[in-house]
Structures are given as C-alpha cells and as structure tokens.
C-alpha cells in the first residue's frame, strides 16, 4: 500500500484549491487505494476537508472556491467537463460530521437515491435494495418495523448508519466521511467504526477524523495535512509508528493540534 501503488481508486495530483484570494491546499498528490480505509488527520483548518470535497466535486457548491490539478477515479479525471457531478456523487457518496437525513421516512430516505437514478425497475426490487441496505449499514433489526417513520426520531448514532444506507442504496464505489463520529456518543461512535471496518472489503473509504485513536483503529493508510500542505501518507502503523517528518511528528506526540 505505498503511494506508488497500481491499485489505487483514486489519484489526487497537483491539488490546489482556493476560496477567492487564499490558497487552501498546495500540491496535494495522494493514492487512496481501493477496498481499504483511507484516514487524513492534521490539525483544524489544515484542509482535510477541502480535500474531501474534491473528490466528489462538492466544492463546486461553494461560491469562489477553485480547484486546480488532477484528481483521477479509475483513470478518468473528475473535472472533466463531461463528467456529470450528479452521477459522480453517486459514485463518490459523503458522509457529513452532523447526520443528515432528509425530512422523510426512513423507507423514502434509502429509496430516494436508487429512484431518481432509475436503478430498480419495480416496487419489489425498491423494497429489495432499501432492505440490503440497511442491513449492511447495521441498521436493519432496529428500523425493520418502523421503516415508515421519521429517519429524523432516530438517535444520532441510528441517523448516522441511515445516511450510510443511503448513501450504499446508490451502488457508490468510493465513500467520503467527514469525521462522521464527532457528533456521536462513544458506543455510537464504536458501531460506526465496526460499520467502516465491515464496508471496507467493497468500497474505497476515505475518513476525516480529529481523532488519532480512531485513524488508527479504522484506516489502513493515513494522510497528514498541516497547514494546506499533505506532509505524509504511508501505511497507518508507519504514520504512528515511525513517522518520517517533524511536523507528523510533533501531531501524533500531541505537541499541537
Ligand atoms: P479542516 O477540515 O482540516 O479543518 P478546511 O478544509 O475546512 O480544514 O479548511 C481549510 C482552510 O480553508 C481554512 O483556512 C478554512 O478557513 C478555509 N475554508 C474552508 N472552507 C471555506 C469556505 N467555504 N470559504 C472560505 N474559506 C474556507
Ligand atoms: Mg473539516
């Protein structure tokens, strides 16, 4: 899993990003590779999301912000002008810190993706996919009898794994979590990384996280930023280990951050 490897689902090159005049990310080249946890760590307002964001085009949303260099899925780069940022949001799914599930059901709130993208040709084959999707979200036995009620009155920890249905229900290849336990209590927080653990072997998994103690339980390769800049990234036990720059350091130590 070095930064060299083949397997990689994702090539970020040369990323820059900036919002108007100021620079938010320099340079940035990194190999997220397939069926394995990604983790970028650094401290707040080092870029880690502006970095996510590029990868599903979703600081296309934000009014100023411009993004240069190549970040390539499977060979083709994600800018390119026919690459329809619907259909990549599809492919690329987000997780956010704050769980979002939209005001409806929690039936409607699976069912919503697969239905506009036209992936199920019936009533039954919806009902099929909502189902396996909340069984690999964890989340099945706890929504099986209320599937038609508010996603919104379930617990955070509950809220969470329904926007990870949803964001499965849609088949994506690669999926982005921008510290999805922040806002979640401690066995939440541990059922959401048993979750990410089990979802690894079929997806391309890049996780935000303030949390060293989680980047090293759950990823297998880790990021560090610092100030816009990627310093490292490497196997996650050589990140924590043996950490080559300073900077990764003096983070992992707990010496600022
Ligand atoms: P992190 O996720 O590591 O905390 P961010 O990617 O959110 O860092 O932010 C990186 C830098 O970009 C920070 O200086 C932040 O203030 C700036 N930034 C982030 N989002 C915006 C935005 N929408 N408009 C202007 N500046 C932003
Ligand atoms: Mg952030």
């Known amino acids: 899993m070095s930064d060299t490897a083949a397997a990689a689902k994702v090539k970020a090159r040369g990323v820059r990003v900036f919002y ?27 870029g880690k999301s502006t970095f996510l964001r590029c990868i599903n085009r979703m600081n296309d949303t934000i009014p100023g912000c ?8 499977d060979g ?21 810190q704050k769980p979002n599930p939209f005001p409806k059901t929690i ?7 697969p239905r506009i993208h036209g992936i199920v040709s019936s009533k039954s084959e919806l009902e099929g996919l909502v189902e396996s999707s909340l069984r690999r979200a964890g989340l099945w036995d706890e929504v099986a009898d209320r599937l ?44 959401i990384e048993e979750l990410i653990d089990e ?5 391309c998994i890049v996780i935000v996280t303030h949390s060293m103690a ?27 280990t043996n950490p080559r720059d300073t900077r990764t350091q003096d983070y992992i130590t707990g010496r600022f951050g």
């Open 66 to 73: 411009r993004v240069e260099g190549e970040i390539v899925l």
């Open 199 to 203: 979802l690894r072997t079929q997806y």
């Open 214 to 240: 989680q980047a090293a339980r759950v990823s297998q390769k880790t990021g560090f930023f610092h100030m816009g800049k990627l310093v490292e990234a490497g196997p996650t036990d050589e990140i924590f």
């Open 148 to 191: 038609h009620q508010p996603g919104t009155g379930l617990s955070g920890g509950q809220q969470q794994r329904l926007v990870i249905a949803r964001a499965i229900a849609v088949s994506p290849e690669v999926i982005l979590m921008d510290e999805p336990c922040s806002a979640l209590d401690p066995i939440a927080t541990a059922r």
């Open 76 to 96: 083709a780069d994600v800018n390119d002008r026919d690459v329809d940022p619907v259909l990549l949001r599809a492919r690329v799914g987000m997780v956010f």
């Open 107 to 113: 039936f409607e709130n699976v069912a919503y993706g």
């Open 20 to 46: 108007g005049e100021k620079q938010a990310l320099f340079d940035v080249s990194l190999d997220i590779p397939d069926k394995a946890v990604t983790a970028l760590i650094g401290p707040s307002g080092c």
